[in-house]
């Protein structure tokens, strides 16, 4: 079995030229190259279609996380409903926190074996079919099932999700996609405990549920019949290598990126699901649209299932690929917890607030979570554009690490802040600035750093998000697992300033490393014999 080096797949290494030279965006080069013989590449898609097919699968990703972590503010009550403890209530959020991380790596090779598209198909149908069950749930075990089940069909959106980016949108863009992909993830934590307070407040938590039903229904039929097969096999080095050893891919000249209809840049590619290169100059014929709601596309040439399950794990040595999961594994440990502990904090004595008043601490966490996503991903692909424009247009992947001090400072604050207003019992506003300082990080440092590590790896980026995103969450569950006896015997002030002081480590150690040396460790990552 040959094994194969980054540097064989991409020579790039993730260097490459994105502007020609001066500010005029007619000097925008395209990375990666769009085929030009071939229109069912989804680079060349029309921008509407790419958009379309985006938002789906982004409320897809949203809704897996409404109808299971949006139950959060119901967790008091439903203590008192099942006559658990708050250990045994919290198990309705972490057993599907664990599944949602361990299930990535049965989609992913299956999704990279078979296409995308009929996981999604599959995997939305059956989520809907999961919130029904909830819904009409008579005991605290079949709820608790019902959520792992829909864990099981959401973990598909969890890594595929962000690897359809890289699917449908060029380098200058993926920051600021990868930013509203992520929106819609940690919204689905925010706006669904929001809205879950005043569903049950007015009328029950199966209430929520059954929204959830209905929402879930109409996102199955856009992926029905809006969501093509993304899955695309391009030639293995996608960028043209300057003499100088810079990338250079197709330009725009003067053509907005989403018109590459009218755009003939880039190299040969292959057909979806036909795994044979074009004649030179031969035009592939465009699919039509009941052609593309066909679930079969082929499956992925000169390998295997196995080999598609095995290949993943190898990459776990690359830094970036490690970086990422640890920062996204912390970012979202703070703002879970914060989840699962605010009801037993606001619902019961001093504060005694209603579930639907104590919703609303999701305000802030919604705030927070779209700033975060808009600091990670559009003002991160401005800094990189300017950054580029100052190097004569040459792109670095750890030009994007730079804007991880803003979560390592706000959300480290943010953190203390929360567990010094709990444990002294202070004025609510504390909690509620503590929570969307905190809930800033879930979004913008998984943005940052899944963008980083398609930057770097772009070629098996599937692959590598999969681990980020897969361990991300065993992580997760194992730190939350223990949050509530770790809060009891020590407090709230050193149980969250301590894991202020491990989410500030990891970021800031992270930052110190990569971004003097990155480009040496991307060069030395290259010539590793590690890829099936």
Same mark, same amino acid.
């Given at each position: 079995?040959?094994?194969?080096?980054?540097?064989?797949?991409?020579?790039?290494?993730?260097?490459?030229?994105?502007?020609?030279?001066?500010?005029?965006?007619?000097?925008?080069?395209?990375?990666?190259?769009?085929?030009?013989?071939?229109?069912?590449?989804?680079?060349?898609?029309?921008?509407?279609?790419?958009?379309?097919?985006?938002?789906?699968?982004?409320?897809?990703?949203?809704?897996?996380?409404?109808?299971?972590?949006?139950?959060?503010?119901?967790?008091?009550?439903?203590?008192?409903?099942?006559?658990?403890?708050?250990?045994?209530?919290?198990?309705?959020?972490?057993?599907?926190?664990?599944?949602?991380?361990?299930?990535?790596?049965?989609?992913?090779?299956?999704?990279?074996?078979?296409?995308?598209?009929?996981?999604?198909?599959?995997?939305?149908?059956?989520?809907?079919?999961?919130?029904?069950?909830?819904?009409?749930?008579?005991?605290?075990?079949?709820?608790?099932?019902?959520?792992?089940?829909?864990?099981?069909?959401?973990?598909?959106?969890?890594?595929?999700?962000?690897?359809?980016?890289?699917?449908?949108?060029?380098?200058?863009?993926?920051?600021?996609?990868?930013?509203?992909?992520?929106?819609?993830?940690?919204?689905?934590?925010?706006?669904?405990?929001?809205?879950?307070?005043?569903?049950?407040?007015?009328?029950?938590?199966?209430?929520?549920?059954?929204?959830?039903?209905?929402?879930?229904?109409?996102?199955?039929?856009?992926?029905?019949?809006?969501?093509?097969?993304?899955?695309?096999?391009?030639?293995?080095?996608?960028?043209?290598?300057?003499?100088?050893?810079?990338?250079?891919?197709?330009?725009?000249?003067?053509?907005?990126?989403?018109?590459?209809?009218?755009?003939?840049?880039?190299?040969?590619?292959?057909?979806?699901?036909?795994?044979?290169?074009?004649?030179?100059?031969?035009?592939?014929?465009?699919?039509?649209?009941?052609?593309?709601?066909?679930?079969?596309?082929?499956?992925?040439?000169?390998?295997?299932?196995?080999?598609?399950?095995?290949?993943?794990?190898?990459?776990?040595?690359?830094?970036?690929?490690?970086?990422?999961?640890?920062?996204?594994?912390?970012?979202?440990?703070?703002?879970?917890?914060?989840?699962?502990?605010?009801?037993?904090?606001?619902?019961?004595?001093?504060?005694?607030?209603?579930?639907?008043?104590?919703?609303?601490?999701?305000?802030?966490?919604?705030?927070?979570?779209?700033?975060?996503?808009?600091?990670?991903?559009?003002?991160?692909?401005?800094?990189?554009?300017?950054?580029?424009?100052?190097?004569?247009?040459?792109?670095?992947?750890?030009?994007?690490?730079? %804007?991880? #001090? +803003?979560? !390592?400072?706000?959300?480290?604050?943010?953190? $203390?802040? /929360? =567990?010094?207003?709990?444990?002294?019992?202070?004025?609510?506003?504390?909690?509620?600035?503590?929570?969307?300082?905190?809930?800033?990080?879930?979004?913008?440092?998984?943005?940052?750093?899944?963008?980083?590590?398609?930057?770097?790896?772009?070629?098996?980026? %599937?692959? #590598? +998000?999969? !681990?980020?995103?897969?361990?991300?969450?065993? $992580?997760? /569950? =194992?730190?939350?697992?223990?949050?509530?006896?770790?809060?009891?015997?020590?407090?709230?002030?050193?149980?969250?300033?301590?894991?202020?002081?491990?989410?500030?480590?990891?970021?800031?150690?992270?930052?110190?490393?990569?971004?003097?040396?990155?480009?040496?460790?991307?060069?030395?990552?290259?010539?590793?014999?590690?890829?099936?």
């Amino acid at each position: 079995m040959r094994l194969h080096t980054l540097h064989e797949l991409d020579s790039t290494e993730g260097t490459v030229r994105i502007r020609k030279g001066g500010s005029d965006v007619s000097s925008l080069v395209l990375v990666p190259r769009p085929s030009e013989t071939d229109p069912n590449d989804p680079l060349r898609w029309p921008r509407w279609k790419k958009h379309i097919a985006f938002l789906s699968v982004c409320a897809f990703t949203f809704l897996a996380n409404y109808g299971i972590g949006g139950l959060s503010p119901a967790f008091y009550i439903l203590s008192l409903e099942f006559d658990k403890t708050v250990t045994e209530t919290s198990a309705l959020l972490l057993w599907p926190i664990l599944v949602l991380g361990v299930f990535n790596f049965f989609w992913v090779p299956i999704a990279n074996y078979f296409g995308k598209r009929p996981v999604f198909v599959f995997a939305s149908g059956l989520l809907c079919v999961c919130y029904i069950w909830g819904a009409v749930a008579t005991s605290f075990r079949s709820l608790l099932w019902s959520n792992i089940i829909a864990a099981f069909a959401g973990s598909s959106t969890e890594a595929l999700g962000a690897s359809i980016v890289n699917d449908l949108y060029f380098l200058h863009e993926r920051g600021a996609k990868m930013g509203l992909y992520m929106s819609f993830i940690s919204g689905g934590n925010s706006i669904g405990p929001l809205v879950c307070g005043f569903v049950i407040t007015g009328l029950s938590w199966r209430w929520h549920k059954w929204i959830a039903v209905i929402l879930t229904a109409l996102t199955f039929l856009t992926v029905v019949f809006f969501v093509p097969e993304t899955r695309y096999f391009r030639d293995e080095n996608q960028n043209v290598v300057s003499p100088e050893g810079i990338a250079m891919s197709s330009s725009t000249e003067g053509v907005g990126s989403g018109d590459l209809e009218k755009t003939a840049a880039g190299a040969e590619g292959r057909r979806t699901g036909d795994h044979s290169l074009p004649l030179p100059g031969m035009e592939i014929p465009k699919k039509t649209w009941m052609q593309e709601l066909g679930l079969w596309s082929g499956v992925a040439p000169e390998t295997n299932l196995l080999k598609m399950a095995v290949r993943p794990f190898p990459m776990f040595v690359y830094p970036c690929v490690v970086y990422s999961f640890l920062g996204y594994a912390v970012s979202l440990v703070l703002t879970v917890a914060i989840n699962i502990l605010n009801p037993f904090v606001l619902q019961a004595p001093p504060y005694s607030w209603s579930p639907m008043i104590n919703g609303l601490i999701n305000l802030p966490g919604f705030i927070g979570n779209v700033a975060g996503s808009f600091a990670g991903g559009w003002l991160v692909d401005l800094f990189c554009d300017w950054r580029a424009r100052r190097h004569a247009g040459v792109f670095e992947p750890e030009n994007r690490l730079y %804007l991880c #001090a +803003l979560p !390592l400072l706000i959300t480290g604050a943010g953190c $203390v802040l /929360f =567990g010094y207003g709990v444990e002294r019992t202070l004025h609510w506003t504390s909690l509620f600035f503590g929570y969307g300082m905190v809930s800033f990080a879930l979004t913008a440092v998984p943005t940052i750093t899944m963008a980083y590590v398609s930057d770097c790896v772009l070629p098996v980026n %599937l692959d #590598a +998000l999969m !681990l980020v995103n897969g361990s991300k969450n065993i $992580v997760a /569950f =194992g730190f939350l697992y223990g949050v509530v006896p770790w809060v009891e015997q020590m407090g709230y002030v050193d149980c969250f300033g301590t894991q202020a002081g491990i989410f500030v480590a990891v970021i800031g150690i992270g930052m110190a490393i990569l971004i003097p040396l990155g480009g040496k460790i991307r060069h030395s990552q290259a010539q590793w014999r590690i890829i099936l």
